[in-house]
């Protein structure tokens, strides 16, 4: 145990007289390592960051959503009438069919609404939509926040005038409204805007969200068989597809980019390594021939070793939670996913992958002097 | 009461070379306990078998039996029951004297306090006691050979080695080597020097001229 400690001593006074005496190679071992696992570090949060917004999306939309557009804009197009096609939806849950019109209404207030035109159709899940049929009292009205409930608004569509009354737009109207109050108006009464394009859409929500995908399949062959090409669909199965599609990356992305820290990690370290031993030879050749066993000096260069990668690693976790909202902010990431405090992905307990990775690097860093410590005493000492 | 039985080393049949030019091919000897020297030309092969002997070379073909309880050349045997000291690069550099003999006494077991009787009393022998805490790079190249040569006695050997041991020395220097030789043996203590300095000549009980196992054609040009 005494000669361990001996041999401990002299092999840390040994370590540390080789970083006195050329500091750049430790610096360029430390900073190396600092970049690739930032660059690591990035890349993984990147990827979190990237399955958090989708998640986010999909929870905010909802998983039994479906909304169908049209992209064809002409009036004089045949075809048969989407809502009319789509109605069997109604059995499946709540079937809103509308068309918004190209020309935005104008409040008193000046301010922009959009123009939703509503038929037969729509009127069940309209009625289901607001709660009531109590709730619309009358045929034209505004769904808009930050108006007293049920308050007359004189409103302008293109030199025509309504009366709208004003209702609380329930939330699932947020995918169609994008954030701007929404004018209401019946079919029969939208005849005087004949000549303005319009766009048809369908804003579907199913009863059971594990049939919505069976459901998305039925009505995209439907559209299809009857000639509807230009249409867009959105759903919530679409992306959790694309978090799939992400999270298959993100595994690819830690293999190559792990492959290739570990492997640079290894080229530089075991470099620089085996640049330290032919420097050290004649001591290390003494020391074996003390008897000492090669593992004893192989230790040496891997506590060195590991001593270094570790202080790369956290060095690089603190780094990377310095520069973690400035990276990815400007990687246009919602601010809000950026607050360390909800999910702080620069924890040692998040990254065993890349600590076992530099761990790994660590050992392999070191065979090349593994090799050479075979070479027997009598062909290194004269 | 047995008798104590003899000790020696015995090589058998050793060939060794380095490429493709053998050093050795079929050498066979037995070192008995004592002083043993080996002289002869740069090249003969001399420190080649020291390192056979000690274990840091392996030869191709034949064996070394060493001395009770040793019989082969292991780990162990380096750390406890040989002493070798080498041409050059004797010393750890960044170790003082007193640290490369406590380190060398350690590893073979040596408790630390029969260390540092054992170890004052070569520095008192060897001249080396103001110099104990000093590291090697500031002692002249005669200290350093004799601070080897107390490293490698600090540990009572039975096997002791020694590569040229007063190759550069002066007088002085040699002569404090030569008694220490002539009175610090272990009892039982193979020693052989290898050397080409006849000076040591006079301390040795048998002298193994390499120089006559030399092809004609190589002595002849090694005199030239």
Redesign the interface.
């Known amino acids: 145990m005494r000669s361990l400690i001996l041999i401990f001593v002299y092999l840390s006074k040994d370590i540390l007289k080789r970083w006195l005496e050329t500091p750049g190679a430790v610096f360029a071992r430390v900073l190396i390592a600092i970049s690739l696992c930032l660059l690591f570090l990035f890349l993984q949060t990147g990827f979190s960051l990237t399955e958090q917004a989708v998640e986010k999306k999909i929870q905010s939309f909802g998983l039994n959503t479906m909304i169908l557009r049209s992209t064809s804009i002409s009036k004089t197009e045949v075809r048969p009438s989407l809502d009319e096609l789509l109605s069997p939806l109604a059995e499946k849950g709540i079937y809103f069919p509308f068309s918004s019109l190209f020309v935005n209404a104008e409040l008193s207030d000046k301010k922009r609404a959009r123009v939703v035109i509503y038929n037969k159709y729509a009127l069940p899940a309209l009625i289901s939509l607001m709660g009531g049929i109590e709730k619309v009292q009358s045929p034209v009205f505004l769904a808009a926040y930050g108006y007293p409930e049920a308050m007359r608004e004189r409103i302008k569509v293109h030199n025509v005038f309504f009366d709208a009354e004003v209702v609380k737009p329930p939330s699932v109207l947020r995918f169609i409204s994008l954030n701007k109050p929404l004018l209401f108006i019946p079919e029969s009464m939208a005849q005087v805007f004949e000549r303005f394009s319009v766009q048809e859409s369908i804003l579907f929500l199913s009863e059971d969200s594990g049939e919505l995908k069976e459901i998305i399949e039925t009505t995209e062959a439907l559209l299809e068989k009857e000639g509807f090409d230009r249409i867009e669909l959105t759903s919530p199965i679409k992306w959790i597809g694309e978090l799939d599609g992400i999270r298959e990356l993100r595994l690819k992305a830690q293999a190559i980019g792990g492959g290739f820290v570990g492997l640079l990690i290894v080229l530089i370290f075991g470099s620089i390594a085996i640049f330290e031993y032919r420097q050290n030879i004649f001591a290390t050749a003494l020391f074996k021939s003390f008897g000492l066993h090669s593992i004893h000096l192989i230790m040496r260069y891997l506590i060195e070793s590991l001593f270094l990668l570790f202080l790369s690693f956290w060095s690089a976790l603190e780094l990377a939670k310095v520069f973690h909202r400035i990276v990815f902010k400007l990687a246009g990431f919602d601010l809000e996913l950026l607050n360390l405090a909800t999910f702080n992905p620069y924890q040692f307990s998040e990254n065993f992958f890349l600590l076992s990775l530099l761990g790994v690097a660590s050992l392999v860093a070191i065979l090349p002097i593994c090799i050479a410590l075979r070479k027997p005493v009598g062909k290194v000492l004269g | 009461m047995g008798m104590k039985e003899e000790q020696f080393i015995e090589c058998n049949e050793i060939s060794f070379r380095y490429g493709k030019e053998f050093v050795f091919d079929s050498f066979s000897h037995t070192f008995p306990a004592g002083i043993s020297l080996i002289k002869g030309y740069s090249g003969c092969g001399k420190?080649?078998l020291l390192?056979?002997i000690?274990g840091?070379?392996?030869p191709q073909k034949g064996r070394v039996v060493l001395p009770h309880p040793w019989g082969k050349p292991t780990?162990?045997?380096?750390?406890?029951g040989?002493g070798?000291v080498?041409?050059?690069?004797?010393?750890?550099?960044?170790?003082s004297l007193s640290?490369n003999l406590?380190?060398?006494a350690?590893?073979a077991g040596i408790s630390?306090s029969i260390a540092k009787v054992r170890s004052d009393d070569l520095f008192a022998k060897l001249g080396l006691v103001g110099l104990k805490n000093k590291k090697p790079v500031s002692l002249s190249g005669g200290q350093q050979q004799r601070a080897a040569i107390a490293r490698a006695l600090i540990k009572t050997p039975s096997v002791l080695l020694l590569d040229e041991p007063t190759s550069g020395l002066d007088d002085a220097n040699t002569k404090v080597i030569k008694n220490l030789l002539q009175t610090s043996l272990p009892s039982g203590c193979i020693c052989i020097l290898s050397s080409h300095d006849h000076r040591l000549e006079e301390i040795a009980d048998e002298i193994i001229d390499f120089n006559l196992r030399l092809p004609v054609e190589r002595h002849l040009k090694e005199v030239a």
């Not at chain 2, 080498?86 to 170790?95: E, I, K, V």
């Open positions: 420190s080649t390192k056979l000690a840091y070379l392996f780990k162990k045997f380096q750390r406890e040989l070798f080498f041409q050059q690069l004797n010393l750890l550099p960044l170790a640290s406590n380190l060398v350690s590893l630390s």
